[in-house]
């Protein structure tokens, strides 16, 4: 089974930028459309964005402009760049591979966006 490692994340102030990245040990990882989603308590997993084997990205509204998602297939890592943070970005983050049928979920990593 596998088991995303999700890194990078911590404390920043609002305005700040952290940069996450996600490992997975998938052998056609390349294949995958993959996305990074946040969770906060009380509330349901949510998709921020998104890309293709291709590199096409989509995003939330609430990240769009301020967010951008990347991959490197020869590393199977796909990777958050988080800039312009707010306080409502505090979460933890997953990624994952975007599908019915998803790998088991890792220990996300923590942002929080305070000052």
């Known amino acids: 089974q596998v088991q995303p490692v999700e890194s990078g994340g911590g404390l920043v102030q609002p305005g700040g930028s952290l940069r996450l990245s996600c490992a997975a040990s998938?052998?056609?990882?390349?294949?995958?459309?993959m996305g990074w989603y946040r969770q906060t308590p009380g509330k349901q997993r949510e998709l921020v964005a998104s890309i293709t084997s291709s590199g096409s990205t989509n995003y939330a509204d609430s990240v769009k402009g301020r967010f951008t998602i990347s991959r490197d297939n020869a590393k199977n890592t796909v990777y958050l760049q988080m800039n312009s943070l707010k306080p409502e970005d505090t979460a933890v983050y997953y990624c994952n591979k975007v599908s019915s049928s998803n790998w088991l979920w890792g220990q996300g990593t923590q942002v929080t966006v305070s000052s």
């Open positions: 998938s052998s056609i990882f390349s294949l995958h459309v």
